[in-house]
C-alpha cells in the first residue's frame, strides 16, 4: 500500500511549502491536484511552468498531477515538460486517449485514468490496455475536505475483480477511519490532503 499526499491549493507558494513537508517526511510521490473552474467549480493552481522553482539535484519526489480541467488534451505537453512523472486524466473530459497516452509513453510518465463518483466503473473496462492505472475519485472534483463517499467502495471492488493486476488509486476523503476499508476494497495507492 501506497500514501500519497495531495497538494490543493490556489497559491502555488504553499503548494512548495507542503512539497518540503511532504518530502521532509519521506514522501516518494507527491500528488498535485488541477482544477480550472470548467470542469470543477473551483479554480486551484494550475501552472506547471511553477514546478521548476521547485526542482534542485536534493529533490527526491515524484509528481502525480491530477487534471481536474475539462481540455486535458489541450495542457498534457505543459505539465509533461514540466517532468511530472504520473498524469491523471478524467474519462469524463478526454478527447484522444490516443495521443495522450503516446505523449506520456515519450515523457517516461505514467498515464492513469480517473471518474467522477457519479460515472460508473464500467467505463473503465474498455480502457485496460491504455493505461498504466486507475483512479477512483470519490468526491466531488477540486474542494478538499469532503467526506468519502462509501458507495465507491463497490467501484474498488468490481475494478480489482475485473483487473486483478491493475493499480488502483483513491483519492477523496481518504483518512485514518476509511483507510483499511479502501485496503480492503482492492486499492494500491490511497491519496489523502
Not at 42 to 67: R, T
Not at 154 to 171: G, H, M, N, T
Request: glycine residues 6%; aromatic residues 8%.
Amino acid at each position: 500500500m501506497i500514501v500519497i499526499p495531495a497538494i490543493n491549493e490556489t497559491d502555488f507558494e504553499e503548494i512548495k511549502k507542503k512539497i518540503k513537508a511532504a518530502e521532509e517526511l519521506g514522501a516518494g510521490w507527491v500528488h498535485l491536484d488541477v482544477s480550472d473552474g470548467k470542469f470543477t467549480k473551483n479554480v486551484l493552481w494550475n501552472n506547471p511552468a511553477d514546478l521548476s522553482k521547485v526542482e534542485s539535484p536534493k529533490l527526491k519526489v515524484k509528481f502525480e498531477v491530477h487534471l481536474m480541467v475539462q481540455n486535458p488534451d489541450e495542457v498534457l505537453d505543459a505539465w509533461l515538460d514540466a517532468k511530472v512523472k504520473r498524469v491523471i486524466v478524467h474519462l469524463e473530459s478526454v478527447k484522444d486517449l490516443d495521443v495522450m497516452k503516446m505523449k506520456c509513453v515519450a515523457f517516461g510518465a505514467e498515464l492513469f485514468l480517473a471518474i467522477k463518483p457519479d460515472t460508473p466503473v464500467e467505463r473503465f473496462f474498455s480502457y485496460a490496455g491504455d493505461a498504466s492505472g486507475f483512479l477512483i475519485l470519490a468526491v466531488n472534483p477540486g474542494l478538499a475536505g469532503q467526506k468519502f463517499q462509501e458507495s465507491q467502495l463497490e467501484k474498488i471492488k468490481a475494478l480489482r475483480q475485473k483487473f486483478p493486476d491493475a493499480k488502483i488509486e483513491v483519492d477523496g476523503g481518504v483518512n485514518l477511519e476509511n483507510a483499511p476499508r479502501i485496503k480492503d476494497a482492492g486499492a494500491d495507492i490511497l491519496v489523502s490532503a
